[in-house]
């Protein structure tokens, strides 16, 4: 069956079509600049790529474009070929433990989460809503970021505040990446065929964040309340002491708005480098001798380091580490500089095992502790085998 993954944002729209279960990618593309007067959109299949510009006034007429370009391009026969439409949805609250069919009821509750995710959830319901007007019958699906984190207890999720901060206004850790955090301790748990390994997944990309999980549950993780928290990312700061927050303030006149602007978009490589928030570029200029650049890099992989050794002892030891995303999969010199600052562990690298991008690869010694796998992300599919077991419940 074909099935399309979805994620949304306020101007974009970014789509996978999957041959599902055989988990074969057909076609996939981004819609760009909807609802602004230059707007286009890519589509990639068979090996080739179309990009074209056309006025798109909102996200019904960029799905009704979609669709008429999959039938014109002959990816698709007719638009009844696709059984199941997954969504990414960035916020479900702690209501939202598991993926859901979607419908007008669904959505409003869906809605309630609006204020903790103010960029991102009204993006994707708009982008639901006009799947679902394009197609009215086929079933849509919501995987939602948070849900895989809800089986946090409180004394993970709680921050040490008044308590009716997490009362009366939902102030608790939520966590973020959990599509791709759980498709990694999937992959991992069916690659060494054991149901209740401990793992610790870290998903370092331009956004970062780090995971513990035990049988195929989150224990803890670094984002919080939002995805600023944890370890230090491209260009958010990670946890800092946020009494600088009001000293900022009082010695800048900045307001908080400005100043938490800064701390997601101003700091974390981009920051400290004041090279790029980009790690290649980070990287490129450490090797050439730039000294913050060199700084910045020290201090990204000792953070991530720390959060995998304070997650070792919460697990009461790891059976597996993983690394995913952008750098994870593709950076041999970030996975040295965290493997080596993890040795206490017992987690010894092996340099030739190392050099390589973008697959699925186990990098650490016969005699390492605890193995380390690289495992290549893909919440696309994640998305696509949640929407296709909705499909087959039919
Ligand atoms: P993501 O958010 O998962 O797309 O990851 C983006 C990050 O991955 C950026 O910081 C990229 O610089 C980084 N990245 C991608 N390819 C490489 C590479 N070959 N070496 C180092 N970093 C890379």
């Avoid at 760009?32 to 707007?39: A, F, P, R, V």
């Avoid at 002491?241 to 006149?253: F, N, P």
């Avoid at 186990?362 to 599919?381: F, M, R």
Wanted: glycine share 8%.
């Amino acid at each position: 069956m074909k099935i399309l993954s979805v994620n949304a944002g306020s101007s974009s729209l970014k789509f996978t079509l999957m041959e599902m279960p055989e988990e074969k990618e057909i076609a996939s593309g981004l819609f760009e600049k909807i609802g602004l007067s230059d707007s286009s959109y890519t589509i990639k299949y068979n090996g080739e790529k179309i990009k074209k510009d056309c006025p798109m006034e909102d996200h019904t007429v960029a799905v009704e474009k979609l669709m008429s370009e999959l039938v014109d391009l002959n990816i698709i026969a007719s638009l009844d070929e696709i059984e199941g439409v997954g969504h990414r949805l960035v916020h479900g609250g702690q209501e939202f433990s598991e993926s859901v069919v979607l419908n007008d009821e669904v959505l409003d509750r869906v809605a309630k989460y609006n204020i903790l995710a103010p960029l991102h959830n009204p993006a994707n319901i708009m982008g639901v809503k006009a799947f679902m007007k394009v197609m009215p019958n086929v079933v849509q699906v919501g995987v939602f970021d948070t849900a895989f984190h809800t089986t946090m207890s409180e004394t993970e999720y709680l921050y040490p505040v008044p308590y009716e901060w997490y009362e009366l206004y939902k102030v608790r850790k939520y966590g973020f990446h959990g599509t791709s955090h759980r498709f990694i301790d999937m992959t991992i748990r069916k690659y060494l065929n054991n149901d209740n390994l401990k793992v610790i997944s870290c998903h370092i990309g331009n956004g970062g964040s780090i995971t513990a999980i035990d049988s195929g549950k989150v224990v803890d993780t670094s984002m919080g309340f939002t995805p600023l928290a944890g370890i230090m990312m491209g260009t958010r700061s990670g946890d800092i002491d946020s009494s600088i927050l009001e000293y900022m303030a009082s010695v800048t006149g900045k307001n908080i708005v400005e100043l938490t602007n800064d701390l997601n978009k101003k700091s974390g490589l981009l920051g400290v480098s004041g090279v790029s928030s980009d790690s290649r570029d980070v990287e490129a200029a450490a090797e050439s001798g730039n000294e913050r650049a060199i700084l910045a890099q020290e201090m990204y992989a000792r953070k991530i380091a720390n959060y995998i050794a304070m997650y070792n002892n919460l697990l009461g030891g790891a059976d597996v580490i993983c690394l995913t995303a952008g750098v994870g999969e593709n950076s041999k010199t970030m996975r040295k500089m965290i493997l080596e600052k993890i040795a206490s562990l017992g987690v010894e690298l092996d340099e030739s095992k190392n050099d390589f991008r973008g697959e699925f690869r186990c990098i650490t010694t016969n005699n390492s502790k605890i193995p380390v796998y690289v495992v290549p992300t893909n919440e696309e599919l994640m998305i696509a085998i949640d929407t296709m077991n909705f499909v087959n419940q039919k």
